[in-house]
């Protein structure tokens, strides 16, 4: 029953990140990157600066709790998997957890820090405040965003075909890595029609079904 609950806990903590997501990056089809390094979107000019904040909220609560889902994974694999295959999986759930609030707070920050900026020194401060954030978080950002996304999904592939999840493989289309492929899919089909939505939140969305997948287990 106990990681059924933590199976469910990652669903809604993956639904509730959606909305995060939405806050951040709901900008609207008329967005442009601008900007010699094209790291700045025109419609932060016009965006809340408390969507930002509230995004950061969210995220702190949302994150931890879908983390739950692949956690409940690791858990009902301790009986059958080898000791040390499900220690690194929960060390990797632990990991991915912290990574993504990182990621999810500094893609927050940023505008803030851009509007902030812009409003006191000018666009041109502005930007080069923006390039030096990202210069100084480009390696961690990007090996956080593979742990959080494909290891999970890894470890829980290895499970499937080892015997240790009584999971269809089928089963693997709902979780992150799949998900962005249907937004990528999805923008290049209608990019203005699907120029946010579902794409933004859809690998939220899939971190929520580890917490489905535990549920079905």
């Known amino acids: 029953m106990l990681y059924f609950i933590m199976g469910v ?13 939405i806050l951040l990056d709901l900008k609207g089809p008329e967005n442009k990157k601008i900007g010699e390094h094209k790291l700045i979107n ?27 889902g692949p956690l409940s994974l690791a ?24 990574g993504a609030f990182l990621i999810h707070t500094f893609l927050c920050l940023v505008p803030i820090v851009y509007k902030t900026a812009k409003e006191k020194s000018g666009f041109d401060t502005a930007e080069a405040v923006i390039v030096e954030m990202f210069r100084g978080v480009y390696i ?32 693997l289309l709902i979780t992150p890595f799949p998900m962005i492929i249907y937004g990528a899919i999805l923008r290049k089909i209608n990019p203005k029609l699907f120029c946010d939505i579902p794409s933004i939140f859809l690998p939220s969305l899939g971190m929520g079904m580890f917490g489905l997948l535990a549920m079905i287990n």
């Open 42 to 68: 025109s419609a932060w000019d016009h965006m809340d600066i408390r969507r930002f904040r509230a995004s950061i909220a969210i995220a702190a609560v949302a994150i931890p709790l879908y983390g739950l």
């Open 140 to 171: 961690p950002l990007h090996a956080y965003y593979y742990i959080l996304g494909l290891v999970p999904t890894l470890m829980v592939i290895i499970g499937i075909c080892a015997g240790w999840l009584k999971l269809s493989g089928w089963l």
């Open 9 to 21: 806990c990652g669903l809604a903590g993956g639904i509730f990140c959606c909305l995060g997501d």
């Open 75 to 98: 858990f009902q694999m301790e009986a059958s998997a080898p000791y040390g295959w499900h220690l690194f999986f929960k060390l990797a759930i632990y990991v991915g957890m912290l």
